[in-house]
């Protein structure tokens, strides 16, 4: 029993060390400074960027003074809220450490912070950095041109190896972006790329041409991100060159930047799927939201009247059987469920993979399989349930309740089958249409669901019940 107990204890995950604990009794602390700051070297900047709201502006610039700048600008690109903490600093540091950063970062803290302002700190950049990050801002959020940075390396296609070796040292001082290196033609156009480990262990006699990979992957700076996404996360490469028209280099997407557009696209997705426009924040001004979430709305709005006016048409059917008006939600909800389920396995699907027609065909029949099994298990248990209440709790005769059963569970079984298709169905045929599937969001194919099982539950029962059972007639 003891081992028993000793062997489970020892499969217990250790807890995690509180890293931000540790920093702050750092800072605060009474050794000398140069004791603090050695002991901070081992914190990685992520975690020294999580304490700095702990801090007050005083402990803020002490730590900043400690560090130095290089090490203050990395820990500045790991913060959530920078603009805040930018604020508080004479505009002369502020600039200084937004130049020491990547251009993107320094550029997604200059977007957050007021025209004035923003403007003013670019003004107090070196021209090299001011350059750069106006090149990043030229371009248009949804462009991947506006996402990379221009930390990288190139080499010129003649150099021998040591010559090669030189060049990439001489440059590594201002880019440390240097797993790969980017190497151009005579004119300046992109070659190829070499990975540092080969050139490292090249032989000094060696072609350098035969270590360049001629076939890299490569995006044009104008290209939008949805189209180049997918191409970027087939590659597992530290980075990825972006070319103009020209293909002359511009600047490369690295592993972390892909990380962050993906993140960023999936909380478009996720807010689209809520029938918005794109993501908003806590301190989006009102009218912005509301002008996000209002056409949603207003289209749902007729959607749902729409709706209304179909229930409406079979009014002779609910003033002669006014019970099945009890089980209208559960159709309603259970085709609505389904609808969702399809739609975010569909989306998915696309996101991440190139259907042929045939293939997407055979999807949406897949989906229809699992939409007819689903539906005819629940269908077998509505049908059960909903009998035996009709029967035991609303005291109806046993015949009458099964049979009113039997129309809510196969009801439920078509409404859930077709509601499969119209999951599957509608983002592709936005795909073909050349529109992000993501805008056929939650609420709309929802709503359309809903059109569907009202038809589908009352029509079902104005044929069986009414038209073939008459047991509207039984009811009076």
Not at 240 to 260: A, N, R
Not at 448 to 455: E, G, Q, T, Y
Request: a negative charge; aromatic letters at 8%.
């Amino acid at each position: 029993m003891n081992t028993e107990l000793n062997e489970t204890e020892e499969k217990k995950t250790p807890e995690r060390v509180d890293y931000e604990e540790e920093i702050i009794k750092v800072i605060r602390g009474n050794q000398s400074p140069a004791v603090k700051k050695e002991i901070l070297n081992d914190y990685h900047e992520n975690d020294i960027a999580a304490v700095l709201e702990e801090l007050d502006s005083t402990e803020r610039r002490k730590l900043y003074a400690l560090l130095g700048l290089d090490r203050v600008s990395e820990i500045f690109a790991y913060l959530d809220d920078p603009e805040e903490f930018i604020e508080e600093l004479d505009e002369e540091l502020a600039a200084d450490i937004l130049e020491n950063m990547e251009p993107d970062d320094a550029v997604d803290i200059l977007e957050e912070l007021e025209d004035e302002k923003s403007e003013a700190l670019i003004q107090l950049m070196e021209d090299e950095a001011r350059e750069d990050i106006d090149l990043i801002q030229s371009y248009s959020d949804d462009e991947i041109g506006s996402k990379m940075t221009t930390n990288f390396v190139t080499l010129e296609l003649g150099l021998t190896i040591p010559q090669a070796m030189k060049s990439m040292v001489s440059q590594a001082a201002d880019n440390d972006n240097i797993s790969t290196l980017y190497v151009l033609q005579e004119d300046g156009t992109f070659y190829g790329a070499i990975d540092l480990t080969d050139l490292i262990v090249a032989r000094k006699y060696d072609d350098m041409e035969s270590l360049v990979t001629t076939s890299y992957p490569f995006v044009y700076d104008h290209e939008t991100i949805d189209d180049v996404i997918e191409e970027l996360k087939d590659y597992s490469e530290d980075s990825i060159p972006v070319l103009d028209k020209d293909k002359h280099i511009l600047g490369v997407i690295t592993s972390q930047d892909m990380t962050e557009i993906v993140d960023e696209e999936m909380g478009e997705d996720y807010a689209r799927l809520a029938g918005l426009s794109e993501e908003e924040d806590l301190e989006e001004p009102l009218l912005a939201s509301l002008k996000k979430r209002t056409p949603w709305l207003i289209v749902l709005l007729f959607l749902g009247m729409i709706v209304a006016t179909v229930t409406g048409t079979f009014e002779g059917v609910i003033a002669g059987i006014p019970t099945i008006v009890f089980f209208q939600s559960v159709i309603l909800g259970m085709s609505g469920n389904v609808g969702t389920q399809t739609l975010a396995v569909t989306i998915r699907v696309l996101m991440d993979e190139e259907l042929s027609t045939k293939q997407q065909i055979g999807f949406v029949l897949k989906e229809m399989r699992i939409g007819f099994c689903n539906g005819l298990i629940v269908g077998i248990i509505s049908f059960g349930v909903t009998g035996l209440y009709i029967h035991f709790i609303k005291q109806f005769a046993f015949g009458y309740a099964f049979a009113m059963a039997g129309c809510i569970g196969c009801a439920l079984w078509v409404a859930m089958i077709i509601s499969s298709f119209v999951g599957a169905i509608v983002p592709i045929l936005f795909t073909k249409l050349k529109v992000d599937p993501a805008v056929a969001s939650g609420p709309l194919i929802s709503t359309m669901n809903d059109l569907v099982a009202v038809i589908t539950y009352y029509g079902m029962s104005m044929v069986l019940l009414v038209n073939i059972l008459q047991l509207d007639q039984i009811a009076k």
